[in-house]
């Protein structure tokens, strides 16, 4: 990477103006900064998880931001109950107490069963009995909760093997019986996860033809034609100059970000962005300092904050800043403040990356992401990445922008040059589904926007059924994720267990994945999804919620009706054409999976719903 050039530092509150070359990140350097910030669901603490930034001397002044910026404020969480909030720490602390408790004294009774956590001639155990002690008293507890084996393709139903434990879910056994469920718990978007069908022949097709892989890395003999003309497929859809494809998801982001920052350089992430995000800044060796979670006040303050002050002890300038969010938001549902990052892009002069994985396919009226959700042209954001294995019923994962960028990445980034290239049914199933997206396959020309309304109508006609039942969720209007809290951990395997007794298949996530307080089922809405999946669930899902005291806005919900109407409920706060958040609601009639039911929620202006839709 080329450094930038340098000039004397500056300490005040001004901001510095370097020129940028638009697209050219191996090239130039950008001089900026933030400091260590991040907050939770009760509080702002000061976290680095990257290379130890020094603080500034204690001589250095640095004029702080003004209080009140212009921005809007972040998107507030709705009120947490004191007792709810009360009875979730005691929960945690009564299973901390009770671990260490069996720990101790069976150490002393049961000494066979912790062999695996204690000195074995002379070699140190690989995890000490407190790192494990999570793993192996909490999440043991729920094991039959996750890593649940499927035996059909994870479409909107999904069969499952049936399994049995008969030692508190230290072993289980196969019964040899399937299970038929309603799928709730995968990525499948847009519904392309599917073993018959047009992607499915083209499938079959291109392997008759190019074989399963090419065994090895692209730079040496793994850069096939197929591979050539699905990059420059990728590109035309992003709307950018050129794309490269990685051939594993994770590796995109862990693998590609040490290419582009390194050493004097510096990473400002969200505190709430994936794991592969994390990896990749550290690894990469610059400073990373994170601003709270969609609070572009926060970051502001520290981009203004970390620019005067320059890199920590020399002062010097940063040879660039990287901003790093995500377009949508896997564990929250909801999505980034693009209009204000590109903003302070133009305003600040830093790089922009945006991790599309969740977004790409699933948000906007054509499929393209982020930005076709908030009209904005993709040329604006210097890095975008994003993954094929949610909307595209794939693997792997691409990044996409200006030739310049990713001619940099072919020769340096490490998922390039020393991991293998995307094998051919891979490859085959991303551009089948990317191009009937775009409306380029000719027998199947209106299905890829079927599919995107599809999941359009459902996302936003669930997470209202479920607002309206009285549960509290996160998320935006229109997301496909859709999280509900549990906060208190025995209702986590409660609910996963009622749902599997019902035949719904979820997804339960707690600490350390989320907040020790916000333990949450994540539901996936799928353009799979017919009208008559989605009441289903909402119908065991208000039953489950009553049977385990979830539903903690009663107040909007008929407490009359015995049996739910779910229609009914949603339908309650249309009032003079507005809904329950003052929006204009607009009317449309469609059979997308809807039976021809006249359906209304608020659609965006961008927002294109075909009727007639079989």
Same mark, same amino acid.
């Given at each position: 990477?080329?450094?930038?050039?340098?000039?004397?530092?500056?300490?005040?509150?001004?901001?510095?103006?370097?020129?940028?070359?638009?697209?050219?990140?191996?090239?130039?350097?950008?001089?900026?900064?933030?400091?260590?910030?991040?907050?939770?669901?009760?509080?702002?603490?000061?976290?680095?998880?990257?290379?130890?930034?020094?603080?500034?001397?204690?001589?250095?002044?640095?004029?702080?931001?003004?209080?009140?910026?212009?921005?809007?404020?972040?998107?507030?969480?709705?009120?947490?109950?004191?007792?709810?909030?009360?009875?979730?720490?005691?929960?945690?602390?009564?299973?901390?107490?009770?671990?260490?408790?069996?720990?101790?004294?069976?150490?002393?009774?049961?000494?066979?069963?912790?062999?695996?956590?204690?000195?074995?001639?002379?070699?140190?155990?690989?995890?000490?009995?407190?790192?494990?002690?999570?793993?192996?008293?909490?999440?043991?507890?729920?094991?039959?909760?996750?890593?649940?084996?499927?035996?059909?393709?994870?479409?909107?139903?999904?069969?499952?093997?049936?399994?049995?434990?008969?030692?508190?879910?230290?072993?289980?056994?196969?019964?040899?019986?399937?299970?038929?469920?309603?799928?709730?718990?995968?990525?499948?978007?847009?519904?392309?996860?599917?073993?018959?069908?047009?992607?499915?022949?083209?499938?079959?097709?291109?392997?008759?033809?190019?074989?399963?892989?090419?065994?090895?890395?692209?730079?040496?003999?793994?850069?096939?034609?197929?591979?050539?003309?699905?990059?420059?497929?990728?590109?035309?859809?992003?709307?950018?100059?050129?794309?490269?494809?990685?051939?594993?998801?994770?590796?995109?982001?862990?693998?590609?970000?040490?290419?582009?920052?390194?050493?004097?350089?510096?990473?400002?992430?969200?505190?709430?962005?994936?794991?592969?995000?994390?990896?990749?800044?550290?690894?990469?060796?610059?400073?990373?300092?994170?601003?709270?979670?969609?609070?572009?006040?926060?970051?502001?303050?520290?981009?203004?904050?970390?620019?005067?002050?320059?890199?920590?002890?020399?002062?010097?300038?940063?040879?660039?800043?990287?901003?790093?969010?995500?377009?949508?938001?896997?564990?929250?549902?909801?999505?980034?403040?693009?209009?204000?990052?590109?903003?302070?892009?133009?305003?600040?002069?830093?790089?922009?990356?945006?991790?599309?994985?969740?977004?790409?396919?699933?948000?906007?009226?054509?499929?393209?992401?982020?930005?076709?959700?908030?009209?904005?042209?993709?040329?604006?954001?210097?890095?975008?990445?994003?993954?094929?294995?949610?909307?595209?019923?794939?693997?792997?994962?691409?990044?996409?922008?200006?030739?310049?960028?990713?001619?940099?990445?072919? %020769?340096? +980034? =490490?998922? @390039?040059?020393?991991?293998? !290239?995307?094998? &051919?049914?891979?490859?085959?199933?991303? /551009?089948?589904?990317?191009?009937?997206?775009?409306?380029?396959?000719?027998?199947?020309?209106?299905?890829?926007?079927?599919?995107?309304?599809?999941?359009?109508?459902?996302?936003?006609?669930?997470?209202?059924?479920?607002?309206?039942?009285?549960?509290?969720?996160?998320?935006?209007?229109?997301?496909?994720?859709?999280?509900?809290?549990?906060?208190?951990?025995?209702?986590?395997?409660?609910?996963?267990?009622?749902?599997?007794?019902?035949?719904?298949?979820?997804? %339960?996530? +707690? =600490?350390? @994945?989320?907040?020790?307080? !916000?333990?949450? &089922?994540?539901?996936?809405?799928?353009? /799979?999804?017919?009208?008559?999946?989605?009441?289903?669930?909402?119908?065991?899902?208000?039953?489950?919620?009553?049977?385990?005291?979830?539903?903690?806005?009663?107040?909007?919900?008929?407490?009359?009706?015995?049996?739910?109407?779910?229609?009914?409920?949603?339908?309650?706060?249309?009032?003079?054409?507005?809904?329950?958040?003052?929006?204009?609601?607009?009317?449309?009639?469609?059979?997308?999976?809807?039976?021809?039911?006249?359906?209304?929620?608020?659609?965006?202006?961008?927002?294109?719903?075909?009727?007639?839709?079989?």
């Amino acid at each position: 990477m080329g450094k930038g050039q340098r000039s004397q530092p500056m300490y005040s509150n001004e901001i510095i103006e370097a020129p940028q070359e638009a697209g050219k990140l191996a090239s130039s350097g950008v001089f900026q900064t933030v400091p260590a910030s991040s907050s939770s669901l009760l509080g702002h603490n000061d976290i680095e998880y990257g290379s130890v930034a020094v603080s500034a001397p204690a001589e250095t002044k640095v004029q702080t931001a003004p209080k009140e910026l212009p921005h809007e404020k972040p998107h507030e969480v709705q009120d947490i109950p004191f007792f709810t909030l009360m009875t979730t720490y005691m929960s945690f602390l009564l299973l901390v107490v009770l671990a260490h408790f069996e720990d101790f004294f069976g150490k002393i009774f049961m000494p066979k069963q912790y062999v695996q956590v204690r000195v074995q001639n002379g070699y140190a155990p690989m995890v000490s009995d407190f790192e494990s002690m999570w793993s192996r008293h909490v999440y043991a507890r729920m094991r039959d909760c996750f890593n649940r084996p499927i035996g059909s393709v994870a479409g909107g139903h999904v069969d499952l093997i049936d399994r049995v434990t008969h030692d508190y879910n230290k072993s289980f056994q196969f019964t040899g019986k399937l299970q038929n469920v309603l799928n709730l718990a995968s990525y499948n978007y847009l519904g392309f996860a599917q073993s018959e069908g047009p992607c499915a022949d083209k499938v079959e097709e291109a392997m008759r033809e190019h074989g399963i892989a090419q065994a090895s890395s692209r730079i040496e003999t793994g850069c096939s034609k197929l591979l050539v003309e699905t990059e420059e497929m990728v590109a035309r859809f992003m709307g950018t100059e050129a794309a490269i494809i990685v051939s594993m998801g994770y590796a995109t982001n862990s693998l590609t970000m040490p290419s582009l920052v390194s050493k004097g350089c510096l990473i400002i992430s969200d505190e709430l962005n994936h794991s592969s995000l994390i990896a990749g800044s550290r690894l990469s060796g610059a400073v990373i300092r994170v601003f709270r979670h969609n609070d572009t006040r926060d970051l502001e303050k520290q981009l203004r904050r970390s620019i005067s002050q320059g890199q920590p002890r020399t002062h010097r300038p940063w040879k660039k800043i990287m901003v790093v969010v995500e377009g949508l938001y896997s564990m929250e549902g909801e999505f980034c403040n693009l209009h204000k990052l590109i903003e302070m892009r133009n305003k600040y002069k830093f790089y922009l990356f945006v991790d599309e994985a969740h977004s790409i396919g699933a948000l906007g009226k054509r499929g393209r992401g982020i930005c076709d959700h908030f009209n904005v042209d993709p040329r604006e954001i210097d890095i975008l990445m994003g993954t094929f294995t949610k909307s595209f019923g794939a693997a792997g994962g691409y990044i996409a922008g200006s030739k310049a960028l990713i001619d940099h990445l072919r %020769v340096n +980034s =490490y998922a @390039a040059v020393y991991s293998e !290239a995307m094998s &051919v049914p891979v490859l085959a199933q991303v /551009s089948s589904s990317m191009r009937m997206i775009m409306g380029e396959d000719r027998e199947h020309a209106l299905e890829g926007q079927q599919r995107l309304d599809q999941l359009a109508l459902n996302s936003k006609y669930f997470a209202k059924g479920l607002r309206k039942l009285g549960f509290m969720i996160l998320g935006d209007p229109g997301s496909p994720i859709v999280p509900l809290l549990l906060f208190n951990p025995a209702k986590m395997p409660a609910f996963s267990r009622e749902c599997l007794k019902r035949n719904i298949a979820v997804v %339960v996530v +707690s =600490y350390p @994945a989320t907040p020790i307080i !916000a333990g949450r &089922v994540r539901f996936c809405i799928s353009a /799979s999804h017919t009208r008559e999946d989605l009441d289903y669930a909402l119908e065991q899902i208000s039953d489950i919620g009553d049977l385990l005291m979830l539903k903690f806005h009663k107040d909007v919900i008929n407490q009359d009706t015995k049996k739910l109407n779910i229609y009914e409920t949603l339908n309650k706060s249309r009032i003079n054409g507005l809904d329950d958040t003052g929006s204009e609601v607009d009317s449309f009639e469609g059979n997308v999976g809807f039976d021809n039911i006249k359906f209304s929620y608020p659609i965006r202006p961008d927002t294109t719903i075909l009727k007639g839709i079989s």
